[in-house]
C-alpha cells in the first residue's frame, strides 16, 4: 500500500509511529530546508508525504484507506490525473473520428500511448488510421485489439477497416461476427445493409 510505504511504516504502526515517520521525512523534504532549485524539484515528493501522512495519521481515514486499498479501488492522485487525461484525449479523438480523422488520430495516439494495454484505445487508433489513408499500421492495430479482446466494438472497427481498404467479403464477415456477438447492434444492421448495397460485394450475397 502505497502511503505505508512512502512513510515506510507497516499497516498496523501506531499513532506515534506514523506522526514520527513523518516528522522524520518533512525535515529532509520540506522546501523550508532545501535550495530553492531542489525545493521545486522534490516538491511533488514532500507533496505526496504529506497527503500520506493527512490520511494515515486519523483511524477513520486510514482504515477507509486500507479498505479501498484491499477492495482495489484506491488510486493517488497521479493515476486518477493519467486516466482523466487519456479519457479526455479518447474523446476528443471520437469527436473528429469521422469528419477530420487526421486530427482524430493524433488524439487517439496520444491515449494509445499512455495506456498501451487498452485494446479501444488500440482500435479506433487504428481506425482513424486507415480513415487517414496509413493501412498497414491501422490494419494491424485494429487486428490486435480484434484479437486480444473479441467484442462487437472492435470488430465493428476491423469491418470498417476492411471496407475503406476494398475488402468487402472481410467487411461483411466481421459484420456478420459483431452482429453474432450484439444482434441489436443498430450500427453494424445499417453497415450491413450498405454492404448489401454495394456493387463489389453483391456476389456474396446472391451465394447466401
Known sequence: MEYFEILSVTKDASDDEIKKAYYKLASQYHPDHLSPEKAKQLL??????????????????????????????????????RKNSRKKLFEQGMKYLLGD????????????????????????????????????????LCLEAAVNEETAEHYFNLAKCYAKLGKYKDALNHTKKVLKLDRNHVRARSFMEELKNHTGIRKFFSKS
Do not use: M
Not at 514532500?46 to 486500507?66: E, G, M, P, S, V
Not at 498501451?116 to 487517414?132: D, M, P
Open 44 to 81: 511533488p515528493y514532500f507533496l505526496k508525504i504529506t497527503k500520506a501522512y493527512l490520511t494515515l495519521k486519523d483511524t477513520t481515514t486510514r482504515n477507509k484507506y486500507i479498505r479501498e486499498c484491499n477492495l482495489g479501488i484506491f488510486e493517488d492522485d497521479q493515476e486518477r490525473d
Open 101 to 140: 480523422p487526421v486530427r482524430a488520430s493524433k488524439y487517439f495516439r496520444k491515449a494509445f500511448n499512455l495506456d498501451r494495454e487498452n485494446q479501444t484505445f488500440k482500435s479506433y487508433y487504428g481506425l482513424s488510421l486507415i480513415l487517414s489513408g496509413r493501412d498497414n499500421k491501422g490494419l494491424d
